[in-house]
Every structure is written in C-alpha cells, then in structure tokens.
C-alpha cells in the first residue's frame, strides 16, 4: 500500500495551513471534511490497484477520478484530455474537422442547440432541439459531454452514425461524414433599397470587426434586422464588442462569480442607431443571448420568435502539467437588467409560432423567410 500511503502524505501536505485561510473555523471545518474524504479515497485507490483482477495502469484511475470529479459539478464543468483542450481552442478559431453539430447535456439528455451551416449535420437535416441517442452504437448517456465531441470529430472523409430522437417522429439514424467545417460568422444583404438583413452564426475571433463592416456596408438604413437564430454563442468579448455596433455605451452582461462581479460595457460608437428587431429561437444560447438580452433590456431592440435556450455560465480552462485541462465554470451570467440567462433564456417581445431556419432547409433565403418577414412588419408597426 506504498503509493497510497504516499498519496495521503501528499493530500496531507497540500492542506496543512488553514490557519492561512479566513473564517478560521470554518476553514479548519472544511479541511477537515475534504481530509476524511481524500483518505478515503486514497484508500478505494490503493485497494483497486492491489486486488483488481489485472494490472491496474495508475493513469486509468486518476483521469476517471479527475472525469467524475469534474462531472459531479455541472454538465459544462470537464477534465478534457490533451486532445480535447486542443479542439477546444480550435472551437474559438472557427475551423475544425466534424460534422458542425453545437450540442449541450440537458436533464440527463443530449440535445442539439444548433447545426452550423454548410456542415454535414445541417445537410442531413439535424435540428435544433433534436435528441443524440447514441453515436456509432454508443449510448450517449453514458458519454461525458466531452467524450461525445471526440466522437463526433475525426479526419475529414470519415463517418459516423448518429441515433436521433425527434419529438413526434420515430428514433432515426443520419450517417455524417465528417468535413473542416469553416464557420463563416456574418452574412449580409439587402432586403430593399434602406432595409438591411445581418445574420450572426457564431462568436468567433472576428465576429464583431465583421458585424461592424457588414453593416456598415449597408448604410444608410430605415431598418434592419439582426438574426441570432440557431447560433450557439462562442466568445463573450465577441458578444460585447458586437453590442456595441448598436449601443451607444452602456452594460452589456455582468458575470458574477462566487466572490466578485465583473461588468462589461459596450464602446461608444455605434455604427447603426436606427430602429432594429432581433430574431431568436431554441437555438440561440449563450454569447448570442448576452447579445439579445443586452438589446432587449436597453429597449434597442425587440425579440421575435421562441424562447431562447438558455446557457448563461461561463466556462474558464486551467491548464494542467501534463497537457490536459479542466474546464470550469466560474461564473454567470446577468444581462443588464440582472437577470440570469442560465436554465431559462431569453422571452421573446412577439412570440412566433413555426420556427424557420430549422430542418431540411437550415439556412432559406431571407426575403421568403416567414420569420423575417414578420420581423419587417414588425419594424414598420413600431416606427
């Protein structure tokens, strides 16, 4: 029981100074309680590695150890593998090798938050809202969130079978080989001659410059209309700089974490001051609702579609010696109205019923979408 016992000096020595700590009782309460539990756990740990049938390799434990650790917490909290820290920050840089598919853990579930367009998720006819059942066999609720990215990504050319469940229709499989994926994250044009259309599809490192320059580019508008719809969030100071294409200053989120509160404001050059309607739905989550939320609470902008999907917490990577990383959430976020984001989302200003932008057809032209065009009447009512 050598390493156990190692273990435990180790444990010991990484808690020994709660006099250095505030609220002295109650940290020499904590230590306490954390000390019970590590030696227990080097305990289970050192019986395993002597009477389990075969050789036991230490790393094998202690990355299950680190996984459910992790996992206990929340389902965005995870320690990722080197691997999985690398398609982390390929993730932010918008190119990667997959099948374009945002998805998040939901009630013990695994649900679709958005199909990126031209991916081959979105070309099978994946939904927002759509249920992963199981990914080349595997059951997905036994899969951490981070072990179902790894499956889905791998070399370009190469498929994999994805279950789905969707409400009111029976358990089918899609077949999607995987593609790089290269997000573009801003699409613009022209819907009359001083009406403007502007979808935003993801947060990435240059978001908001292109945000900027393709409204810009529009001007001068009577209206326009900014399209969240289906997009998945990415970089919070992508979603703050964005805010301030349209807001002359003013906060944008706060992310409160468990001792502090940082705000975030937007610039004071807006590029566009004129009337503006914001299209949302199931699939618009987390930077993408800081955005929405920011508009809406400064009276900026009206909401027009669904309920927004809700995932308002912040994720922060820590990188470990060996490569890996956890990934921790270390706060929420408040739009500026202080309402919190996570688990319930955005309420629309004019609820629409049928979702566009959703099915077979992932990314219809704008001027025959149902949705933009209600967005028009809108504007033209409110003015």
Do not use: C
């Not at 498929?159 to 969707?166: A, D, L, M, Y």
């Not at 027009?304 to 270390?330: C, M």
């Amino acid at each position: 029981m050598r390493v156990s016992a190692l273990l435990a000096l180790g444990f010991a020595a990484g808690l020994a100074a709660p006099r250095l700590l505030p609220h002295a009782d109650a940290a020499a309460a904590s230590h306490e309680a954390a000390y019970r539990v590590l030696t227990t756990f080097t305990e289970a740990y050192g019986l395993l590695m002597e009477h389990y049938v075969d050789a036991v390799d230490p790393g094998v434990l202690f990355t299950g150890a680190l996984r459910g650790m992790a996992a206990a917490l929340d389902p965005h909290t995870a320690w990722l593998d080197p691997d999985a820290v690398r398609r982390f920050h390929e993730d932010g840089a918008g190119r990667f090798a997959g099948v374009g598919l945002e998805v998040a853990q939901r009630a013990g579930r695994l649900v679709v938050i958005a199909p990126l367009p031209g991916g081959p998720a979105a070309a099978a006819g994946l939904r927002a809202g759509d249920h992963l059942v199981a990914i080349d066999d595997a059951p997905t609720a036994d899969l951490t969130l981070d072990d179902v990215i790894g499956r889905l990504r791998g070399p370009p050319g190469t498929t994999v079978t994805v279950q789905i469940e969707r409400a009111g229709q029976a358990p089918f499989p899609a077949a999607l080989t995987r593609a790089v994926v290269q997000v573009d994250p801003v699409a613009a044009e022209r819907l009359a001659p001083r009406v403007g259309y502007v979808r935003v599809r993801v947060f990435q490192a240059d978001t908001a410059d292109r945000l900027r320059a393709a409204v810009d580019a529009l001007l001068p508008l009577d209206a326009l209309i900014l399209d969240l719809r289906d997009n998945p969030g990415g970089l919070l100071d992508q979603a703050v700089a964005a805010a301030g294409v349209f807001l002359s200053g003013g906060v944008v989120v706060t992310v409160r974490e468990r001792a502090e509160e940082d705000v975030w404001s937007a610039g004071a050059r807006p590029s566009y001051a004129g009337p503006l309607a914001v299209l949302v739905n199931h699939g618009t989550a987390s930077a993408a609702e800081i955005l929405a939320g920011a508009l809406q609470d400064h009276r900026r902008a009206r909401l027009l579609g669904e309920q927004t999907y809700g995932k308002g917490s912040v994720q922060r990577l820590h990188p470990l010696a060996d490569g890996s990383a956890l990934k921790i959430t270390v706060a929420r976020y408040l739009t500026p109205a202080g309402r919190a984001l996570h688990g319930r989302g955005l309420t629309p200003d004019v609820p629409l019923d049928k979702p566009a932008a959703t099915g077979e057809n992932q990314d219809p032209r704008p001027a025959t979408d149902a949705w933009v065009r209600r967005a028009r009447e809108d504007l033209e009512e409110t003015r």
